[in-house]
């Protein structure tokens, strides 16, 4: 079992910033591919970004490449999610997930709870 705890989200003005931290315990963090995603209302989940184990290997939606960037410290076994140049369409639930492997492609298996982001004009 994996447990995910998101923080980090709030209230923020277009142009802002924020980073979004995940806590993650339970497994072997350092073997496990971690993503953001988000879902806003009426909305299907999209998938944000995603980072290999080793922090090698990235993905970003084309909707937040450039703005955000995911990283992660095994360490601390935490993966984070710095998000520039907020904007409006970037106001969502924001969920963290982890995976059994290290491929940062195909279904994620563990959610944590989310936080929310709200960007504002």
């Known amino acids: 079992q994996v447990q995910l705890v998101e923080s980090g989200g709030g209230l923020v003005q277009a142009g802002g910033s924020l980073r979004l931290s995940c806590a993650a315990s339970?497994?072997?963090?350092?073997?496990?591919?971690m993503g953001w995603f988000r879902q806003a209302p009426g909305k299907e989940r999209e998938y944000v970004s995603g980072?290999?184990?080793?922090?090698?290997?990235?993905y970003y939606a084309d909707s937040v490449k450039g703005r955000f960037t995911i990283s992660r410290d095994n360490a601390k076994n935490t993966v984070y999610l710095q998000m520039n140049s907020l904007k409006l369409e970037d106001t969502a639930v924001y969920y963290c997930?982890?995976?059994?492997?290290?491929?940062?492609?195909?279904?994620?298996?563990?959610w944590g709870q989310g936080t929310q982001v709200t960007v504002s004009s």
């Open positions: 980072i290999s184990a080793n922090g090698r290997s990235t």
């Open positions: 339970g497994r072997t963090f350092s073997s496990s591919a």
């Open positions: 997930a982890a995976k059994l492997t290290n491929t940062i492609s195909g279904p994620y298996n563990y």
